[in-house]
């Protein structure tokens, strides 16, 4: 039933959530307006103007300016409310924290993720450790609760988006380029992360989970990594990129 009133939605997970939920609510309220509208005045027409005697032609209303001026007007109307709305949500969305608690650079590579978690002023963990994820073992992202990311979206080979549906959040990761963009998570647990643009053969496959744990916890996996060596920050090959590849591409 919630899920109804979220008109499909999932629940959400991030402090940007809320301005794209209330969009997409407000913009399927708006459509379902417009439709009762149109559908009730379909009917109206086809019940009131049926032809009720076999030679009567109906009172014409072609050239009707105040009624092709309402055409032109209504649909301005309700594109300028959209924008309006669009606008609002768009600004929310993409608001960059001044100073973000914790910065992740992830990498998309045909046909996984890497993830690197800028931690050398983290006192708990005091390096840049990562995990680069490959397509027989998904990598996992993992988030403190309630504290805000910066996540730069970088490509090694070709443009893949990074999409995390529970946070309602999608962003483009193109070779050459940083594209950013700062969340809050706002619930412990489990979610699914995919790649959303058709980027190659494994492309369905590039799969990751995203886990939002407790502070400690967050810390604690870091110094995991740490312990494990993997240290350091895995940088995508210079663009284009034509050239090398991550290693662990290269040994599959
Ligand atoms: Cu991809």
């Known amino acids: 039933m919630q ?19 209330h969009l997409w609510q407000g913009a399927w309220i708006a459509s379902m307006v ?15 103007y049926r032809r009720k005697h076999a030679d009567e032609l109906p009172r014409q209303s072609r050239y ?16 300028g409310v959209l924008f309006y709305f669009t606008v609002i949500a768009q600004d929310g969305v993409t608001r960059k924290e001044h100073a973000p608690q914790h910065t992740v650079n992830v ?22 450790v990562h995990e680069v994820g490959t397509l027989e073992k998904i990598p996992t992202l993992v988030l403190p609760v309630n504290q805000s990311v910066r996540f730069n979206l970088n490509s090694a080979d070709v443009i893949h988006s990074f999409w995390v549906p529970d946070f309602y959040y999608k962003l483009d990761v193109i070779p050459g380029r940083t594209n950013s963009f700062d969340v809050t998570p706002t619930k ?47 940088k995508p090959p210079s663009f284009p990129t034509t050239g090398p590849v991550l290693k662990e591409e290269q040994n599959r």
Not at 3 to 21: H, K, N, T, Y
Not at 64 to 79: A, G, Q, R
Request: hydrophobic letters at 45%; glycine letters at 10%; proline letters at 4%.
């Open 64 to 79: 009707n300016i105040p009624l092709e001026f309402m055409y032109t007007l209504v649909p301005l109307m309700i594109i």
């Open 188 to 234: 412990e647990g489990t979610f699914l992360g995919k790649c959303a643009e058709l980027c190659g053969t494994y492309h369905a496959a590039m799969l990751f989970n995203v886990r939002v744990v407790s502070e400690a916890e967050y810390n604690q996996y870091l110094a995991g990594l740490r312990t494990n060596g993997q240290t350091g920050e895995i």
């Open 34 to 48: 417009i439709g009762v509208l149109v559908w009730g005045l379909i009917f109206w027409c086809i019940f009131r």
């Open 107 to 128: 990498i998309g590579q045909k046909w996984s993720w890497t993830f690197n978690y800028m931690e050398e002023s983290n006192p708990q963990v005091g390096a840049v």
């Open 3 to 21: 899920q109804w009133g979220r008109v499909g939605l999932p629940e959400s997970a991030s402090d940007r959530a809320p301005f794209i939920g």
